[in-house]
């Protein structure tokens, strides 16, 4: 049974206790959506921008910035982008920093549908729960893309903890008359908006003790 005592040891370790939350963007739609957070009070949340295409990574306006290129052998390299190298965590560093990874990405491209998969197992070596939040590509954009969407799909599932798909398709039914521009900036301003509704509950000690006790 848990006594006094305990309770107050509990306690104190809860009020030093803080859960540290990143959002990770991979590829154009997950730094499209990462630089949409830096417009909303997020609380303390680290944002986190990869992509191989740099023009594309100037336009997000986060510190810790990655640079995505192929090695020799098939893999990826991850460089660090941005104002100062030197003070700049390697990806594994942010991982270690981080107990809860929002990993955000569009899938049925190149970039998203390779990496995400990745991002997320170097977040599972460290990383106390993961949620990724995947935007599937349109039908139009071909059976290919939507293969493509569904393989890294299910890689996701089998690595991160929650994994909540959205259909881009919806984006047409929903916002009719909307541009693809807008309608991408509305669905990505959206994402941000339940990213945040999971964060803010958990700030309290109470909520830290549950994701705690959740977590064993
Ligand atoms: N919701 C949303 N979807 C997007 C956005 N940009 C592109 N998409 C869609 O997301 C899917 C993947 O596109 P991107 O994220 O641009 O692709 P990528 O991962 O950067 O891959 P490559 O550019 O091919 O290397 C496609 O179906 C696009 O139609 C965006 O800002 N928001
Ligand atoms: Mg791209």
Known sequence: METKEDETELQ???????????????????????RKATEVDMHG??????DVDSTHLETVPIENKYLICKDPTGGFIFSSVGADKEERDTIDEIMEKTDITFLVS????STGTATAPMVAEIAREHCALIFAICVLP??????KSGK??????????????????????RLLETYPELDMVDAFGTLDDLIV?????VIDPITSDEDCKEVLSTLG
């Open 193 to 197: 908006r339940f990213i945040k509704a």
């Open 106 to 109: 569009g899938l049925g491209g």
């Open 45 to 50: 949340v680290g944002l986190v921008a990869i």
């Open 138 to 143: 349109f039908k139009v954009e071909g059976a």
């Open 12 to 34: 104190e370790v809860l009020n030093t206790l803080k859960l540290r939350k990143n959002i990770i963007g991979v590829g154009g739609t997950g730094c499209n959506i990462v």
């Open 148 to 169: 493509r969407a569904e393989k890294a799909l299910n890689e996701l599932e089998d690595i991160a903890d929650t994994v909540v798909s959205i259909k881009n398709d």
